[in-house]
């Protein structure tokens, strides 16, 4: 079973409506951060619902010390968790922090991680409230919790998706694996411009959630969709496709590239295409539009010097995700099916 039908298989067990409904979720698995009623701060006329998010960063999976310093172990891991906040149009409040030491880690190594968790706290304004300490066998593992809220009954959930919108980024996907590939393979470094080596290490050691993005997506309408990109920007399209009973597709050639990223490509001969649709940990937002809304939108993002694209629409499906591209003589576009064949923890 791969890492999704385990969770599906584990947690079909459930719970009661009545358990549910009497402890204020609204809801539970299967988005990026749960939804419960309740609140902390309440505006006048304005009531909140919390939102709650657990993400884990393990050695050797998520790092090791080829691609990560000790800080961006901590920034990233705080990064990610508040991603899956950005991408409810929700505020972070609160963090929790778990981590597992193994004996070859000194105390001044943990507080270097710890310091890569308060840059990113203090940056994004999340209060660290708490946590818990273990020693570890073997590997590093550090788990994060985050609390947000969100005005209530304003989430941007998976399923919300119609045919007829625009699909869009907030930005460039695949900056992230380009800069894995390149931290593990530094001969590559003399052929590329030193700003966009710094740029792509940038993107995958310390990702910028897009809490602000999310939150203009939320406040602005028109939003049917939000999630963020973890796993690649494939697997979180048919995330949202399947949520949304849709189908999407994709047009190849609205992809955004950077130069730095497409320099990279040409230089170490990779797929630029491989790593935007399967690379993952870009933690940018990909959701969809009412194409109504989307000229306004552009307008706020580019007022407030943010990027967003649209990158293709949705249609009638049952979960399809589609990729549109140019036929090899150029001729007229043809249509590929592509899988949810980004990271899987379990394959
Ligand atoms: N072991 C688990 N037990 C219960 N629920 C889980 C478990 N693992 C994941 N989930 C839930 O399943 C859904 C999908 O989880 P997933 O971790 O894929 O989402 P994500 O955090 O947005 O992505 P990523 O972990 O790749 O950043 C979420 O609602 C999550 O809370
Ligand atoms: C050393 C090393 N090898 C491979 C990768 C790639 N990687 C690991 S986890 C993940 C998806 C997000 O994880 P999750 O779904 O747990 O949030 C990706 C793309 C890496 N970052 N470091
Ligand atoms: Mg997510
Ligand atoms: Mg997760
Ligand atoms: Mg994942």
Known sequence: MDEFSRISYWTKEGQAKSLLEATGVKLAIGDDAAIVSGAVRQDEGCSYEMLYTVDTMVEDIHF???????????????????????????????????ISVPGHYTEEHIKQIYHGIYQCANQYEVAIVGGDTTASPHSLVLTITVIGQVEAGTALRRSGAKPGDLIVTTGIAGRSAAGLHLLLHPEFEPQLAAKHVQSLKQAHQMPQPQLDQGRLLRSLGGCHALNDVSDGLASEAVEIAEASGVAFVLDEQLLPVSEGLSQYGSCTKQSLLDWMLYGGEDYILLGTIDPQCYEQVKEQFAQRHMQIYAIGKVEPGKGEVWLERM?????????????KRGYNHFT
């Open 64 to 98: 090791n010390t080829q691609t990560m310093q000790l800080d961006h172990i901590g920034y990233k891991a705080l990064a990610s968790n508040l991603s899956d906040i950005a991408a409810m149009g929700g505020i972070a409040l609160h963090a929790l922090i778990a």
């Open 327 to 339: 036929d090899s003589r150029m001729a007229h576009k043809q249509r590929e099916r592509i899988y």
